[in-house]
Structures are given as C-alpha cells and as structure tokens.
C-alpha cells in the first residue's frame, strides 16, 4: 500500500484552508454562541466544489480522491466542526451511498442537487430508542400498492431541518430493513430542530417524524431487506470522513496550544518552556499525526478500491479520543481563559465530545473490531 500526498493534493489542501479561514472561521465563535449558522455557507461550498467532494463529475461533484476528499474534510475540521459536518454527511454518508446502491436514474435525481447545494441530504437511521442498536429501529415502511407507506421517528439528524431529502431506514418486514430516498416536502414529513446541544452548536440536528408519508419505489434505494447493509456501507464511508474531521479538530487544539503557551508568561518565562506543558503538547501533537496517519491509510485503501471496514474503525475510535483529549489537554494549557467563550478551546472541547458518541460510539467500534479479530460478535 502506497500513502502519499502529491503536490497537486497539498496546493489542494492549501486551498481549503485558505477558503475556511475566509469563508468559516471569523464566523465560528458567533455561529456557536447563536447556535445557529449561515445558511449561505452551503452555497459557498457548493461554489468552489467542496459540497460534491469525491462524487463523479457527470453528476455535478469534484471526482475527487478520498485522500483529498480527507484532506478537505481535515481542512473544514480546523475551522468548524459544525460546518465540517454538513460536508461529511452530505458527501460521505448520504451522496456516496447514493452512488454504491442506487440505480443510473436515481444518481441523475438526487446527486447533482447534493453537489450544488440545491438541496442537501440527511441521514437518518437512529431513533429515540435505537442508537447503537440500529438494527432496532421501529420506523415501519407498509406496502401500499406498489408504492410505500412511512411511519415513525428519526433522532439526533444532523442537516435534519435543512435537507431537501432524508435517506431513511426503515423496517419492511419483522426482520427485514430497507432503505427509503425520502423527499423532506413530503406530506406528513416533520422536522424538528434540537437546540442546547453541548457542542456542534452550530450545526442543524433536529427529530424527523413520518406520519404517513407516501413514498414510490422508485425512491427505495437498494433491494428490499438490504437496508442495513446500506446503512452500514455509509457508516464505513462517514467513519473515514469523520476520523479527518477529528485530525482537523486536534490540529486546531494543537495550533491554538502553541500559540497561547508562546504568549503565556508565568514565574518570569512562557509557559511554553515548563516541562509539564510541553507533555501536554507532545501527547497531542504524537496523537495527531498517530490519527492522520490511520486516516490516511484509509483513504489510501479506498483509493485501491481494497476493503477497509476494519481501519475505518481503528481510525475513528483512534481519532475521536484523541481529539477530545487534545481539546482537553488544550484547554489546561489556557488555563482559567479557556473556560471563558472569548477563546477558541472550550468550543473545540465541546465539539469534540460528539465525536467518541456518533457514527458508532468508541464502545461500538470496540466492539466491531473484536468480531473481526476473533471472529465472535459481543453485540448480536
Ligand atoms: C450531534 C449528533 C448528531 C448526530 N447525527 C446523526 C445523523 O445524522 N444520523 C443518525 O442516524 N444519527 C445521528 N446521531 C446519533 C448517533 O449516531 C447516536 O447517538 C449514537 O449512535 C449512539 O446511540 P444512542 O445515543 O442511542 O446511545 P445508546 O445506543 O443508547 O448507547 C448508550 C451507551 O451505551 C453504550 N452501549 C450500547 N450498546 C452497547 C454494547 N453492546 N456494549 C457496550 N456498550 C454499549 C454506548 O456505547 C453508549 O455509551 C447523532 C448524534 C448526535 C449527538
């Protein structure tokens, strides 16, 4: 396996930055203190290609690889989490599902409205009683003629009152779940949004209820009983997408540590020079490239069209605690400053914390990498 950055993917990357600290970040602080952002930032992206990421070009995206889809996603992930998020879920659980299950005329609908930004996409497979579980869910899908009937409930949705369409799971059949392309103007279909989250203030989570919303279908992505395995197959793009989140989320812990302890002067020197700070910033800065690193092998593995359920789980167990351990240890080298809103650390602190919880929580990836090391499942 060959990990390598080219220099096309690094001005690439040079130019994701430049785009966030214009277009994102003098913005972030705001967005979490009003728990709301811009709207008009989903045009922006859409506008220089970052919306589309690695979506084929016929469909309106960028074609690009997953190793500068995760740059891009580190990029975003530095400035905002909240805005990294509409990405990843946009491109990675959403638009790249479309792309694996659905049928020519499905990726003619739905993808290019993903890539322009026209109108967003959400995921929705947990419930308020089925997280880990998904296999769970209760959201029923009732034949009606031909066509299908939705009942039920979605929780914890992120782009959920945005989307223009909901991928949606639900149970055909006692044990059987299948995967639904669910236009958000439906009748019957309701969002609504979650406020007072502890951190990805910012970002639009909302509970999504179907009450008998009618859905051809032709809007069923994949074969009826496959819905799982669609959901699943998301998941394993979302963990790559969200593990570069997380390097993204610790490089700005670690930049914003370096700065602050340089500035910091206490018993007549910077902080900067005592030994017990620099533990500090030398556990982050190794775990970081450590995350980068797993992240990386993933999108190289991705790009070799090689299977990598297994590192996508080493990637976002890793990347994830160490993001809310950077942000921990960021936030006790600002001292009683990184307790107030004024600095960056407290917001990247509660940004982090989602990330050990969602997309599989680290006791699931645990669990998911001991049933393919030994080969036994602990949760079925
Ligand atoms: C901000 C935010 C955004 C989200 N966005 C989305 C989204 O876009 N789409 C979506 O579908 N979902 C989304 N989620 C939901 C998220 O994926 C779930 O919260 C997550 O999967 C955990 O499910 P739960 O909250 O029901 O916790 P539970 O499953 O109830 O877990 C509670 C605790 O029990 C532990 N646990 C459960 N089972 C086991 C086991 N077998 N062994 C050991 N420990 C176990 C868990 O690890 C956890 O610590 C989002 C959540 C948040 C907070």
């Not at 055909?172 to 958000?184: D, H, M, Q, R």
């Not at 999504?208 to 992505?221: C, G, P, Y």
């Not at 206490?266 to 490239?289: C, S, T, V, Y």
């Amino acid at each position: 396996m060959n990990i390598e950055v080219s220099e096309e993917q690094i001005a690439f990357r040079k130019s994701v930055r430049d785009f966030a600290e214009q277009e994102i970040a003098p913005f972030s602080a705001e967005w979490d203190r009003s728990e709301q952002m811009d709207r008009s930032i989903v045009k922006k992206l859409a506008s220089v290609g970052l919306l589309g990421g690695t979506l084929p070009e016929c469909y309106g995206g960028m074609g690009m690889d997953n190793m500068s889809y995760c740059l891009m996603i580190e990029e975003l992930g530095r400035a905002d989490s909240s805005v990294r998020g509409v990405v990843s879920v946009n491109v990675g659980l959403v638009g790249k599902t479309i792309l694996r299950w659905g049928t020519e005329s499905q990726k003619e609908q739905w993808l290019p409205s993903l890539c322009s930004g026209d109108g967003i996409g959400c995921y929705g497979l947990t419930e308020p009683d089925a997280g880990s579980d998904a296999a769970a869910l209760r959201t029923r899908a009732e034949r009606v003629g031909g066509d299908w009937r939705l009942n039920g409930s979605k929780m914890f949705i992120t782009n959920g009152t945005w989307a223009s369409f909901a991928l949606i799971f639900a149970r055909t059949g006692s044990e059987e779940i299948s995967a639904f392309l669910v236009p958000t103007e439906s009748p019957g279909f309701s969002a609504r949004p979650i406020m007072g989250k502890l951190g990805l203030r910012a970002a639009d989570t909302a509970e999504l209820t179907l009450s008998d919303v009618l859905v051809a279908d032709e809007n069923r992505l994949g074969e009826v009983g496959e819905g799982l395995r669609v959901a699943m197959s998301a998941l394993d793009n979302g963990r790559m997408s969200l593990s570069a989140g997380c390097v993204g989320l610790g490089q700005a812990c670690l930049e914003a540590s370096l700065s602050y302890a340089g500035e910091r002067r206490a018993f007549g020197k910077p902080i900067a020079g005592f030994q017990l700070i620099q533990e500090l910033i030398a556990e982050m800065a190794m775990d970081i490239d450590a995350s980068r690193l797993l992240t990386w092998r993933v999108a190289a593995l991705a790009d070799e069209g090689k299977p990598h359920k297994l590192e996508s789980s080493f990637a976002k167990l890793f990347a994830s605690e160490a993001a809310v351990k950077a942000s921990n240890n960021a936030l006790q080298i600002y001292g009683g400053y990184g307790y107030i809103d004024e600095y960056p650390v407290g917001r990247l602190m509660r940004d982090a914390r989602v990330t050990t919880l969602y997309e599989g929580t680290s006791q699931m990836q645990k669990l998911i990498i001991g049933r393919a090391l030994t080969g036994q499942s602990a949760f079925s």
